[in-house]
């Protein structure tokens, strides 16, 4: 996982309706505060080596709160994949603060720390297989400073923690073993095979060719897909009976391309039953592994060398923007108008 040291050049913030924002390896953070009466001030970075974050306060009642990707339509969560969540504090805390890491969709599994003077330089550290939206900050008691290092967590982009339906509800994609049951789309069941696991080198990658293409919730039809989607490239999505690789229905507002992606890589997860299908991804139909890779693309793919070829579904697939309809064109542009995407999105 990687560590964000949280430089930037120097920005200072003071006010009641605070911002700032920064990139760490590619990743836009900010850190913002609304309505806070008692007056406020962030500084990033500011002059101790490896970048560094301070927050003061003048009242109880205000609440910062550090997003990842806010305002760059969409957010982005974070999480563990399976190991800890760390936010390193910096040499100086005062006051008393509760910071929260506030969880992506139930409340009941926010993690709540208290922070005093005797905590400056701790790790706030928890074991999590969670994804979480942001971390909040609020002063509870005194006159507040409190600074944080660093975040250690995985930004996650639905890639690990993306949303497959079951027959038992929704489980995250990097979870499903061979012999579990997954929904079709068409209301039926089908049985994991395999699990193809395919680790993108970031440094080495071109990011047109490989980072994923973001579809926003409600971005296809209404809560389709219930929440943001994140898919590989060329993996196709079902709309009316035509598979369209995603690149092909990029529209650069709520379907954009992720311009940039964690330094140290992401994994995409290939979802193998067998047959060439569709499952519910998110809610969206989605399409299963078909062969048009060699397995020897997955770092497990010698599991399934010599698993017998997978045959496409007897329906048309789109492969280039040209070739969309203009209906699809139309009708995906009326979802962005729907959803309050008036300008261009990222597209890499």
Not at 40 to 67: E, K, V
Not at 70 to 86: L, R, V
Not at 154 to 171: K, S
Not at 315 to 340: N, T, W
């Amino acid at each position: 996982m990687p560590t964000f040291e949280f430089d930037d050049n120097g920005d200072t913030n003071s006010g009641s309706t605070v911002a700032i924002n920064f990139t760490d390896d590619g990743i836009p953070f900010t850190l913002s505060t609304v309505g806070n009466a008692g007056g406020a001030q962030i500084i990033a970075n500011d002059g101790i080596a490896g970048g560094q974050i301070s927050i003061s306060d003048f009242s109880s009642g205000g609440t910062y709160a550090l997003d990842v990707g806010a305002g760059n339509a969409p957010d982005t969560n974070f999480g563990a994949s399976g190991g800890n969540i760390t936010l390193q504090l910096g040499s100086t805390v005062s006051g008393t603060w509760n910071v929260v890491f506030v969880h992506e969709t139930n409340t009941a599994l926010n993690q709540t720390f208290t922070v005093t003077s005797g905590s400056a330089s701790a790790p706030l550290s928890f074991a999590t297989t969670e994804n979480f939206s942001e971390i909040q900050f609020s002063m509870t008691s005194g006159f507040g400073l409190i600074t944080v290092g660093s975040l250690t967590a995985t930004i996650t982009c639905y890639l690990a923690g993306t949303g497959i339906a079951t027959p038992t509800g929704p489980v995250a994609v990097e979870t499903l073993q061979p012999g579990d049951e997954i929904l079709t789309a068409d209301g039926g069941t089908t049985t994991v095979r395999w699990l193809g696991i395919q680790p993108i080198d970031t440094k080495t990658a071109t990011p047109a060719k490989a980072n994923p293409i973001c579809f926003t919730a409600g971005s296809i039809a209404p809560n389709v897909p219930s929440r943001d989607l994140f898919v590989s490239p060329d993996h196709a999505m079902d709309i009316d009976g035509i598979l369209y690789n995603a690149t092909a229905l990029v529209n650069g507002r709520a379907i954009y391309q992720v311009a940039q992606m964690p330094m140290d890589g992401f994994t995409y997860y290939h979802i193998d039953t067998g047959s060439h299908e569709l499952v519910l991804a998110e809610g969206a139909a989605s399409e299963t592994y078909l062969d048009a890779v060699g397995r020897d693309a997955f770092i497990n793919g010698h599991e399934q060398a010599d698993a017998p070829i997978i045959s496409e579904m007897s329906v048309p697939r789109i492969v280039a923007r040209r070739m969309v309809p203009q209906h699809v064109v139309d009708a995906l542009a009326e979802r962005a108008d729907a959803l309050g995407y008036t300008a261009a999105a990222k597209v890499a």
